[in-house]
């Protein structure tokens, strides 16, 4: 599913693009497109109806464009498949095409949510007091923003007890990160995915956060990370970082930096990728990882 670079390059195509418009009419074409919403498509569209839409917002792998007047903002989720397309209103509708967002003014475009697998979707929540969705209240700050606590984090990481890449996807603790960043961060800082956090120092915490960044900020400016046609940004193009991974996705190729054959290993329903030389196996996992 898209990561915080590739929503965020969503958010900012929807700042430009959708910020500032008034919704004239909302069309819901597939009920499990708005199974967040509890209330049902009529309701969804009726409480967009007439709102101007603010500036688009979002805390790592969500994003929200709040109501004017309303206390309340429309969520948006991804998933696996989602795409928030502002397309011409006179373009063909999309196979895959779940919810259509008109507005009120001559721009001639129109917001299109599509979605193949149907696992993302939108809904309406009431806002919190500092502007965030309450359904999203549980989700921690992302590491881009400025206001995440780095002395939190590392208090946070050597008290869960767990491993860190756990700990990274772990959106309750730091949000945005998911499979392919923790991957490919972890491989810059020469950490191995099962590698105890308990034994996390301030310094090695703030190392490791660095790359983080590092590595979304990288992503984040060449559009994101596109495997296949499902994630594009709102004017239906693709991210390009793809092309600069240096583990995720690369089993068996050689590490770009020692040049040691990188090895693939399941993880959590998913696969982590690692260099076995730049980043040894700790050795309470040493027995799951045959030579």
Not at 31 to 45: L, M, Q, S, T, W
Not at 46 to 63: C, F, M, P, S
Not at 182 to 197: F, G, N, V
């Amino acid at each position: 599913m898209p990561e915080l670079p590739e929503v965020e390059v969503v958010r900012r195509g929807l700042e430009r693009w959708v910020s500032g418009r008034t919704v004239a009419e909302v069309q819901v074409l597939h009920p499990r497109a708005v199974r967040r919403h509890p209330a049902g498509g009529e309701d969804f569209a009726a409480r967009l109806k007439g709102h101007r839409i603010g500036v688009a917002r979002r805390r790592g792998k969500y994003l929200w464009l709040p109501l004017a007047d309303a206390d309340a903002s429309i969520l948006g989720h991804l998933g696996m498949s989602g795409q928030l397309l502002v397309q011409p209103e006179t373009a063909p509708d999309e196979k895959h095409l779940r919810i259509r967002l008109r507005f009120d003014d001559s721009a001639g475009t129109e917001l299109r949510f599509v979605d193949q697998r149907t696992f993302g979707g939108l809904s309406v929540h009431d806002n919190m007091p500092d502007g965030l969705p309450d359904a999203i209240a549980h989700i921690a700050r992302d590491p881009l923003d400025p206001a995440f606590d780095d002395a939190a984090f590392h208090a946070a990481l050597r008290l869960r007890r767990t491993t860190i890449k756990r700990a990274l996807l772990d959106q309750s603790l730091i949000s945005g990160v998911g499979n392919i960043y923790a991957d490919e961060a972890l491989w810059r800082a020469k950490l191995h995915y099962e590698r105890p956090t308990a034994g996390f120092t301030r310094p090695r915490s703030a190392e490791l956060l660095g790359h983080v960044r590092q590595v979304m900020s990288a992503a984040l400016a060449v559009g994101g990370t596109s495997f296949d046609s499902l994630y594009v940004n709102v004017n239906g193009e693709s991210g390009y970082f793809s092309r600069e991974l240096n583990v995720y996705g690369r089993s068996d190729q050689a590490c770009n930096r020692c040049g040691t054959r990188i090895r693939r290993a399941p993880f959590m329903n998913r696969s982590s990728y690692f260099c076995p030389k730049c980043q040894p196996i700790p050795k309470s996992s040493r027995g799951r990882f045959p030579r």
